[in-house]
């Protein structure tokens, strides 16, 4: 599926229109997706991210939580629940909890029926290529 699914929210107000394309070469997406909104799983994920929220700040990562019909986002902002069926049905795994990471380039990175482990979903971001240009860019030279 296109990562042109969910909204266009590039402010502190969320838009209604269901577009990820809004993010592409901007954030990185890291969509949360569960069958009802206090899944074990889902709630023990978004705690997780929670405790690292300056890491997904530095990454540039957006996090939204995902059920059958609806969505909002989540962690870094708790915002106002969307109505949907495209997001889950795109990327949900048989209809279950599912972690997805997609990429500045809108492409998906991850995907697990598990939580996945902060370090990890940190990892792989620094490893790719955008992301190590992105420090490069960041460091000083040597003769600052």
């Known amino acids: 599926m296109p990562f042109a699914l969910l909204l266009s929210c590039t402010g502190p107000s969320e838009a209604s229109a ?4 809004a993010y592409r070469w901007q954030n990185r997406v890291l969509l949360v997706l569960s069958g009802e909104e206090n899944e074990q799983r889902a709630t023990a994920q978004l705690a997780e991210l929670a405790a690292a929220k300056e890491g997904l700040e530095e990454r540039k990562l957006l996090v939204f939580q995902v059920l059958p019909n609806q969505y909002r986002q989540a962690v870094l902002r708790n915002g106002q629940w969307q109505p ?5 049905q795109a990327y949900a ?51 600052e």
């Open 18 to 21: 269901q577009d990820l394309s």
């Open 84 to 88: 949907t069926t495209d997001i889950f």
């Open 93 to 143: 795994q048989d209809g279950e909890f599912t972690v997805v990471l997609l990429g500045l380039d809108g492409g998906v990175k991850i995907r697990q029926p598990n939580v996945l482990a902060v370090n990890e979903l940190f990892s792989t971001i620094d490893g790719m290529p955008m992301r190590r240009a992105e420090l490069r860019r960041q460091r000083p030279t040597k003769n």
